[in-house]
């Protein structure tokens, strides 16, 4: 998908995400050279990260975000505990009741 075809949803998602991560950055008084340097990407690569371009790898951000001691927060973001919706989903398709087999009942 290219930048003209990506959802302004997502557009304003990785806009904020690079905003938030330009901010972490600087709080942690690291420059953008070192940044880049500790994550093996170059310098043009981080700044459009902190813009949030679409067109920058996945393992790029998480390169940043490691460096950044944020790491964590990736390994959460699809975690199905954090899933609410697919919960919801999951349980409306539970069965109403379970039946136990004859065969099962006599193994008791």
Do not use: C, H, W
């Not at 490691?66 to 989903?89: K, Q, S, Y």
């Amino acid at each position: 998908m290219d930048a003209k075809n990506t959802p302004l949803p997502v557009k304003r998602a990785l806009k904020k995400f690079g905003q938030d991560l330009r901010d972490a950055r600087k709080r942690r008084r690291i420059t953008m050279e070192l940044a880049a340097k500790r994550a093996a990407i170059s310098r043009a690569t981080l700044t459009k990260i902190e813009k949030g371009d679409d067109g920058v790898s996945l393992g790029a951000y998480a390169k940043i975000l490691f460096v950044l001691g944020m790491i964590e927060r990736l390994v959460e973001l699809a975690d199905p505990t954090f899933d609410t919706l697919g919960m919801g989903l999951e349980a409306d398709n539970l069965p109403k009741r379970i039946r136990i087999s004859r065969k099962e009942k006599g193994e008791e």
